[in-house]
């Protein structure tokens, strides 16, 4: 097997988080969550604390917001009023630089290992079904390109544990490999596929999953980590441990979290100028 830096294998699958990489959806949760704030009197959301929202199952992001905000209301209200303004905003989300470029390059690539097989796509994102339809129905162009079967969502019953459990990227490794097996070709590990990630415990998820993995954060997120960056990338933040009950880690398949610098993690601020050679990806020359 062809390798690329260092001894890591050339990439074959592209899994892709949704909200905050492909799309700028993790802004209109920002303006919802402070039009609601502000109507009911309490403070703006700050990053030390949307950090801990983003990428997570709605009930573990929930639990994180209701124990901060500290609301005048009944959760269930605010749910509701939350619920009404989001079905207005999300139909304008946008999708973010670099990322049509990004994946139709993709799927017109190879990997240095298997020429002869184009690079596999799936989606893999903690949003579940309503929400993904308000956010991507008018966004065809770009969601036409994952194949309906390789498009995992947060209420996919697949999926025991969301994010940063390594559950959802590990589905999504198999709706790709569910084709492979019925070609008769080689199926894909692991350690052969690379996650797009923006949240951190999407990161952590990506790397108990044995995959390597591009962070992608918003400017105020990264902020919020800085000087942590390296302990982001190995995925050893210990987000795991915030969501599951400490009793529970011991008897849990959480997978392995990385090393700080075994390179296989990436920090990038944009997906414009995305380096496919890295990761072992030939590019056609006309693309």
């Not at 009950?245 to 979290?257: E, Q």
């Amino acid at each position: 097997m062809l390798s690329t830096e260092g001894s890591q294998p050339s990439v074959r699958a592209c899994l892709f988080d949704m909200d905050g990489l492909l799309l700028n959806t993790e802004d209109l949760y920002t303006k919802v969550t402070n039009t609601l704030l502000q109507e009911l009197g309490r403070p703006p959301l700050t990053w030390h604390i949307k950090s801990q929202l983003q990428g997570r199952p709605v009930s573990a992001a929930t639990k994180v917001f209701r124990d901060w905000a500290r609301l005048p209301i009944p959760l269930e209200e605010y749910l509701a009023r939350q619920k009404a303004l989001q079905a207005k905003v999300f139909p304008s989300a946008g999708v973010l630089p670099g990322v049509l470029e990004l994946i139709s390059t993709l799927l017109a690539s190879s990997s240095i290992s298997y020429p002869e097989d184009k690079i596999r796509i799936a989606l893999a994102t903690s949003s579940a079904s309503y929400n993904y339809h308000l956010k991507t129905s008018h966004l065809q162009h770009l969601f036409k390109m994952f194949p309906i079967e390789r498009q995992v969502l947060g209420d996919d019953p697949r999926i025991r544990r969301g994010k940063p459990a390594p559950d959802i990227f590990l589905v999504a490794l198999e709706t790709i490999n569910v084709d492979l097996r019925s070609e008769g070709k080689n199926e894909i590990s692991p350690e052969e596929c690379l996650v797009f990630e923006d949240a951190v415990p999407g990161v952590e998820a990506a790397r108990r999953a044995g995959m390597r993995v591009v962070w992608v954060p918003h400017s105020g997120l990264l902020k919020e980590y800085k000087g942590r960056e390296e302990l982001v990338l190995a995925g050893v933040m210990g987000e795991a441990q915030k969501d599951l009950d400490k009793s529970l880690l011991s008897h849990c398949d959480l997978g392995t979290t990385g090393q700080i610098g075994d390179g296989k993690g990436e920090l990038r601020t944009s997906l414009v100028g995305f380096d496919y050679k890295r990761y072992g990806i030939v590019v056609p020359l006309d693309t």
